[in-house]
């Protein structure tokens, strides 16, 4: 079914004139993110390919293919995901089918967030386009659940936590992708039970680009993912000098300091340790 989509989107595609090729790539786009747990970041993947298609000699109709068929996909696995009515005992034992392949639970639970409960459930197997892979899904509901957040972007997450913001809560599920960069595949939802889609996606990653500039000190850098305490919304890393190599910064260490802002994770400190 996946190979038939595909060809079919790659032969449209293909014959389509640039104008159409971009317009079928857009509507891909607006579907996949109707459907998305998490549309920020395919907001960002969306700006990525608007950038690259600007690019000089960017191979247009290349990318606009492959960028209409991982969204087609991605709106067609949400969706689905989304209709799913899962069988509360079958939790422990079966994974809720996001999309991973030979999935196995090794964990799961529940949060109780005054009264209301939302379970969870990490997984571990593998994807096709990833190899290695682990994923979680947070769910509502009591006899029969329904699926409210997922991913797999990492190959290892923690247990989902509970932060309280004055009176509002929110859910933190900490991440890393694979490689040596380690590199954050966190997730952070605001949590509001009374709402048709009880969790929404925090922006917890502009931070980089828009925050920490300002707060790194002189000849300092951050090359890889940090790790995030959301008991204290705060998040540790270490500190490269230029000339570092990507094993060994010379820097230091740091804890950043962090608000939720208008759904937007933001930086207002950097500390680093042993600075008076």
Known sequence: MKIAVALALGLLTA????????????AAYSAARAASPTPLRLDRD???WRLYRQSEGADVAETDQRWTERWAAAGARD?????LAVAGPTLSRDCVDIGISGCTTPTGGYLNIRGQVLMWQLQEGFTPEDGKTAGYVLLTGTDRLR???????GVWYEAPKILWIEDQAYVGVAGVMAGT???NADALFRFTPDAPRPLTEIDN???????LPGLLPT???IWKGVSFNYDTLTARTALWR?????CCPSGGEATLVFEIRDDRLVLTQLLRDGAE
């Open 15 to 26: 014959a389509a004139a640039p104008q159409d090729r971009e317009q079928t790539a857009e």
């Open 46 to 48: 969306r700006q990525e």
């Open 79 to 83: 969706s689905r995901v989304r209709a």
């Open 147 to 153: 699926a409210e957040a997922w991913g797999h972007e």
């Open 181 to 183: 960069g380690v590199f």
């Open 205 to 211: 990653f502009s931070w980089r680009d828009t925050d």
């Open 219 to 221: 000849g300092l850098e």
């Open 242 to 246: 230029p000339a570092d190599g990507n």
